[in-house]
């Protein structure tokens, strides 16, 4: 399927207003082709899951950058299965947590809550692009073998 067909919510998770890399972010996925329903700061995790079922969208992009991330976004993927929305890619990205932990232990923490790629500090857009490019084109692959 083609980028330009894809559905993405992104949004600030939380009390968080930190709103310039989300911006960023969502303006060039829309310049990438994709469909972007922008949620914008202060987004309750549930807002996101309904924009998601309401858009039909393929993947939800969080933001978290003010250090709540952990709290935010713990049982997001339950309310995500809990709405419908099972398979839904989830992708989570910023300052996640407060303070300097090692990225590999930050990672852990937000794959174990069930996101599918969390995005250390300072991530460019061009990355998130590929990543993607990469779970959408694998997403399809996967989908065609079941079929077969
Ligand atoms: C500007 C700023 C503010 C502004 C925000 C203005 C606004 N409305 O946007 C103001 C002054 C309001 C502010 C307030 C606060 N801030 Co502030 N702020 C910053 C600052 C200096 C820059 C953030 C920014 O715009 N970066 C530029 C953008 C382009 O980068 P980005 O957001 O990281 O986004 C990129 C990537 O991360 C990625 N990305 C972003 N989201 C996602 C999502 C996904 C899914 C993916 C894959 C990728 C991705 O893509 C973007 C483009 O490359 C940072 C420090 C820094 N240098 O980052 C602190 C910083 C984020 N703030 C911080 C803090 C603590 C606060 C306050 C709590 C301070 C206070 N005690 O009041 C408050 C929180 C207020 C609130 N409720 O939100 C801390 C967070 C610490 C932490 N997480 O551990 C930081 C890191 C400063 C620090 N070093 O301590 N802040």
Not at 52 to 64: F, G
Not at 127 to 135: P, Q, S
Request: hydrophobic share 45%; net charge negative.
């Amino acid at each position: 399927m083609a980028a330009n067909q894809r559905t993405l919510v992104t949004g600030v998770i939380g009390s968080d207003t930190h709103i310039v890399g989300n911006r960023i972010l969502s303006m060039a996925l829309e310049k990438s082709g994709y469909k972007v329903v922008s949620l914008g700061a202060l987004t309750p995790a549930g807002d996101f899951v309904k924009a998601a079922i309401e858009t039909a969208a393929d993947a939800i992009l969080v933001s978290s950058l003010y250090g709540q991330g952990e709290l935010d976004c713990r049982g997001f993927r339950d309310l995500c299965v809990e709405a419908g929305l099972d398979h839904i890619l989830l992708y989570v990205g910023g300052n996640l947590i407060v303070g300097k932990h090692p990225w590999p232990a930050v990672e852990k923490i937000f794959l174990d809550m069930g996101f599918d790629r969390a995005a250390p500090p300072g991530t460019r857009v061009e990355t998130v692009i590929e990543w993607l490019h990469e779970d959408f084109a694998t997403r399809d692959r996967d989908l065609r073998r079941a079929l077969d």
